[in-house]
């Protein structure tokens, strides 16, 4: 059974910092393209990172772009986003997700398959 569990939300003070972690079980880390979410109140998904676990490749949403980080942790099958420069606009549910690389490919418009249950980031201002 495929499962993710993130970690580490909370609430910081705008341009704070905070990780998250996802870790994956029940799948083969090494072959995943890994996603990173937020759903604002009242708004739609969104996607905000990703990154093709074999060649570490990442993407980003402009929102983000060089303040969001995702790695990957192959031995521990966990993905994380590093997250600086925090505004209260990013106040969100974030949730990670997963899915097989098909064709290379791994990017911003990949539809995911399995998602964690979300962590809350709260940035106040």
């Known amino acids: 059974q495929v499962r993710l569990v993130e970690s580490g939300g909370g609430a910081v003070q705008d341009g704070g910092s905070l990780s998250l972690a996802c870790a994956l079980s029940?799948?083969?880390?090494?072959?995943?393209?890994m996603g990173w979410f937020r759903q604002a109140p009242g708004k739609e998904r969104e996607v905000v990172a990703t990154i093709h676990i074999g060649t570490g490749t990442t993407n980003y949403a402009d929102s983000v772009k060089g303040r969001f980080d995702a790695t990957q942790d192959a031995a521990k099958m966990t993905a994380s986003l590093q997250m600086n420069s925090l505004k209260p606009e990013d106040t969100a549910l974030y949730y990670c997700a997963a899915r097989a690389i098909v064709a290379s490919q791994c990017g911003l418009r990949t539809l995911f398959g399995y998602w964690g249950q979300g962590t809350q980031v709260t940035v106040s201002s």
């Open positions: 029940g799948y083969d880390f090494a072959t995943a393209c």
